[in-house]
């Protein structure tokens, strides 16, 4: 039976990314960010991942980057269209061209374990919280909040409260959201407060992102490493990236040297469109 460090699920996507200075048409989504930015730290991981069978040429992001995956068949495609407002890129459109089918228990390979089941939602309906519930009992289980309050409204996607938060959080081990999905799931506009009261719902480590830095919470304490990007022309998969290097490096290191490993990652990945690419000596830096 394999066995991975991290099984990494989620949908490609083809991507639309618009800035103010460039339009960019690229291959994306959390299960390549996070896959990539895995595979070039050393990762032994697995990508599943779900497209419609003429797009398989968005496949070659895979390949070119020697990272292993499965496809599975969807009637659809996922695509999403980022529009970027301001230098900082932290505030940004989203709007949906396409959804793959959503994934189901099925889609995991049977005969497969990981330390962390990473499930790379782009928008809620990807991951139905019957197949993360169900998968938690595998092991330690990974979401990003956006994947269930990222809602495609006929086109434009817009950020709603999750009904069942606090049922899948306390489920899970690692959670992640950024300030603004972070704000709407509790209420409170402090980071760190916010942070704290996700944990208290369940979440064995919580994950906040912020265009000024990252904060963890785990084992009681919170912990904030800053993002020390010279540019922001690779913003897009910024948590991805972040996020998935926390949960690989955590295995074998402390919250505190997960999180600022994660932030040195994500500062240099965000410094070039694409996946990370780079190696552990480039985050050590």
């Known amino acids: 039976m394999p066995h991975y460090d991290l099984l990494v699920l989620g949908a490609v996507s083809k991507d639309i990314i618009i800035t103010p200075e460039d339009v960019e048409h690229s291959v994306g989504g959390a299960v390549v960010y996070s896959s990539v930015a895995l595979r070039h730290l050393g990762a032994k991981l697995l990508a599943v991942t779900k497209l419609h069978p003429d797009d398989r040429a968005a496949l070659e992001v895979f390949d070119r980057h020697g990272v292993p995956y499965l496809v599975r068949e969807s009637r659809t495609t996922t695509s999403i269209r980022n529009t970027y407002h301001t230098a900082d890129r932290d505030r940004r459109t989203c709007e949906a061209l396409g959804m793959a089918e959503p994934f189901t228990l099925a889609d995991v390979p049977a005969d497969a374990t990981a330390d962390v089941y990473y499930l790379g939602g782009l928008m809620k309906g990807e991951f139905p919280e019957e197949v993360v519930l169900e998968m938690c009992a595998r092991g330690r289980v990974a979401i990003d909040a956006q994947g269930f309050m990222r809602v495609n409204d006929n086109g ?81 998969g910024r948590g991805d990236t972040c996020f998935a290097s926390y949960c690989y490096w955590r295995r ?13 990652v994500t500062s240099r990945k965000m410094e070039r469109p694409g996946p990370f690419s780079g190696t552990i000596e480039d985050a050590d830096e």
């Not at 709407?184 to 704290?196: F, I, M, V």
């Not at 990252?214 to 800053?226: M, Q, S």
């Open 252 to 264: 074998n290191h402390s919250a505190e040297e997960a999180c600022r490993f994660a932030a040195a």
């Open 156 to 236: 434009p996607m817009v950020f709603r409260d999750w009904d069942r938060k606090r049922e899948v959080i306390r489920a899970v081990h690692y959670l992640k959201t950024d300030h603004a999905e972070a704000e709407t799931l509790t209420g409170k506009s402090d980071r760190r407060r916010a942070a704290e009261i996700l944990a208290s719902w369940g979440a064995k480590e919580v994950m906040l992102t912020h265009h000024t830095e990252v904060l963890v919470w785990a084992e009681g304490a919170i912990h904030a490493a800053p993002f020390t990007a010279r540019n922001l022309s690779g913003r897009t």
